[in-house]
């Protein structure tokens, strides 16, 4: 086994250690991604040349599903800070040869020389928000990427960032929330998603 089979052994064997496994099996984790997928699926149209940006790799399924919901209209980047993150994502993908794979850029999101305008939708979801430290500037730099009328697709837990939180930082910019759903089924884990157009 080389080492990046190695790695990808270990990357598996992580999703159902101590650490995530009891999450990752969770009701609330599968209604969450239900949800989340369902939503772009019925909230946003794809079409052919489509350009897709996702921020915060993590495990990396959402990034395999926006992969398959693209597949045969558009390409999709993945951004995210972690190297060992982006190198085990990138080979996994070529090892199960995923017919969409994603651009991995392994970079800050806050990097000024990142494609500025160069997206027609970015994704932000679940803890990637919070992981950056900076709720305001997150934000700026995703809507940097975004091409004008392109939309930004956020979801967020509530207890971290409440939908107040987005509705102040809209208040102050050109953006416009187009559509805002709240989901409360597990009170343990209240989420919101938001589609966010830049004018």
Known sequence: MNMDDENLLQYY???KGPDAGEWNSSPQCI???????????KTFVHFDGIEVCNVGIGTGDWDDYLGYWLKGK??????????????TFEYRQMREQHPNPSKV??????????????????TLIGSAINETGDFKKCLDSCFRLIKHGGHLMFMASLKYTPV?????YISNTIYHIVQKDLYEAFPEYPFFISKIRKY
């Open 13 to 15: 064997l992580e999703l």
């Open 31 to 41: 209604h969450t991604q239900l949800v989340t997928r369902d939503y772009i699926k």
């Open 74 to 87: 558009g390409s999709l980047t993945s951004i995210d800070i972690d190297e060992s993150i982006c190198e």
């Open 105 to 122: 850029v392994c970079r800050s999101l806050f990097d000024s020389d990142l494609p500025k305008e160069a997206f027609d939708l970015v």
């Open 164 to 168: 107040e939180m987005l509705e102040e």
